[in-house]
């Protein structure tokens, strides 16, 4: 039962990285057309809120029994991880934007070993480890080297929120009071549209983008099925996969799955959009995937032994 817990979280989390892998393709067609990037996260993280808002209401008890545990997903896990990258981007380069962002799982083991006082496995931190390598090349660092302090620090930031976002997935999965993930997510959405309203401005949208055609490679797309696909695909799915299969295994596994992210954003890109995938970029993806598998074999123990604490399985009938 434990070992197919622990392959169905290994699939989720790999299928929900594939999804949000797939926000930047569908997402940069519309940015290219004229709509505001910080515009489509609005549209992206309101789109989710409003679909999943029937479910908010079922699952209203979760205001009055989880407050602070939603009120911080939304404003770190979902505001939090795209406003600081956005606000990085600004002054540094994607790629290496994308590269801080992701030190998040690293960040993560930090939390478990330091703050909760939770052994970490040699192989989720060795698999950490390898997966920021791996990434250094996917990104290709190297090609901008010279950095702003600032930008740096936003990008900082945006892996310490993604790093949050595995805690806040994880709350109450150790106990009888476990939060309905579609009603996390939801509220979640909720919160997250609140903050976004401040930063994004949207009042401020180019609405004829949206009623018009977008180039996906050499492909005239209706933006009503990019943005369909950013919401639906990319961000309510992603989100709801992403947080059962952080429940099924532990976020300092589920933090380095979660890196192959970049990767799929690279591959989709060279497929879909005709970008250039490099020698370096193809060995990155190699290593993010090995680094991937390193880290979920810290689950695996020989009969008898204990698991340390952050790496135990979580009942599957709990989720």
Known sequence: MQASGRHAGLGLALISAIAFGGSGVAAKPLIEAGLDPLHMVWLRVAGAALVLSPLAWRHRDLVRRKPLLLAGFGLVAVAGVQAFYFASLSRIPVGVALLLEYL???????????VQRRPVTRAAAAGAAVAVVGLACVVQIWAGLSLDLLGVLLGLA????????????????????????????????????????????????????????????????PAPVLLGWVVLIATVFAYLTGVV?????????????????????????????????????????????????IAQTSRQTAPGVAEPVAALDRDPSKV
Do not use: N
């Open 158 to 221: 945006a892996a310490c929120c993604q790093a949050f976002y595995f805690v806040f997935a994880d709350q109450g999965s150790d106990g009888d009071d476990l939060p309905d993930p579609m009603g996390m997510i939801a509220y979640g959405m909720i919160v997250g549209t609140l903050v976004m309203t401040v930063i994004a401005r949207p009042w401020q949208i180019d609405w004829q983008v949206l009623g018009g055609d977008a180039a996906l490679g050499d492909l005239m797309v």
């Open 104 to 114: 998040g799982p690293a960040l993560l083991l930090g939390w478990i070993r330091f």
């Open 245 to 293: 299969s952080v429940r099924k295994l532990s976020p300092q596994v589920a933090g380095v799955v979660a890196c192959l992210e970049a990767v799929v954003a690279t591959v989709l890109a060279w497929v879909l959009l005709g970008e250039h995938l490099s020698t370096w970029q193809i060995i990155g993806g190699a290593l993010v995937l090995g680094g991937a598998f």
